[in-house]
C-alpha cells in the first residue's frame, strides 16, 4: 500500500507560480510511476504530468507542456509539481497518483493506469 498526500495548494494570481508536493508513505516510490492529474468544477479529471519510475522520461498534457514540470526526489519520497505562468484555467483540485508497473520509461497517461491516489490539493488561480 502507497499513502499520498499531497500539499502546496493555495491561491495564486495569473503570472504565478506554485510548487505542489506529494509525499508518500507505506513504499518507497524509486519504483514507482508517478503523475498529477487534475479535475475542474463541473468537468472531467484529466491528466497533467508524469513521470517514469526510473525517473528517466517525462510526459506532459499539451495544456502545460513548458510552464509545469514533474519531479522526484526519491530520498525524501515525494514528488513535485513546479507550475509557472499560472493561468485561470489551470484552476482545480491537483492529484498526484502512483503506478506500479515495469517499464522503465513509460509513463501513464490515464487514470485507470494508477493504482493509488491522493487526496488532492486545490490551486485557485485569478485573473
Known amino acids: 500500500q502507497v499513502q499520498l498526500v499531497e500539499s502546496g495548494g493555495g491561491s495564486v494570481q495569473a503570472g504565478g507560480s506554485l510548487r505542489l508536493s506529494c509525499a508518500a508513505s507505506?513504499?518507497?516510490?524509486?519504483?514507482?510511476?508517478m503523475g498529477w492529474f487534475r479535475q475542474a468544477p463541473g468537468k472531467e479529471r484529466e491528466f497533467v504530468a508524469a513521470?517514469?519510475?526510473?525517473?528517466?522520461?517525462?510526459y506532459y498534457a499539451d495544456s502545460v507542456k513548458g510552464r509545469f514540470t514533474i519531479s522526484r526526489d526519491n530520498a525524501k519520497n515525494t514528488v513535485y509539481l513546479q507550475m509557472n505562468s499560472l493561468k485561470p484555467e489551470d484552476t482545480a483540485v491537483y492529484y498526484c497518483?502512483?503506478?506500479?508497473?515495469?517499464?522503465?520509461?513509460?509513463?501513464?497517461?490515464?487514470?485507470?493506469?494508477?493504482?493509488?491516489w491522493g487526496q488532492g490539493t486545490q490551486v485557485t488561480v485569478s485573473s
Open positions: 497518483a502512483a503506478d506500479r508497473n515495469y517499464y522503465s520509461n513509460y509513463t501513464p497517461k490515464y487514470g485507470y493506469e494508477y493504482d493509488y
Open positions: 507505506g513504499r518507497t516510490i524509486s519504483s514507482y510511476a
Open positions: 513521470s517514469s519510475w526510473s525517473n528517466s522520461a517525462t
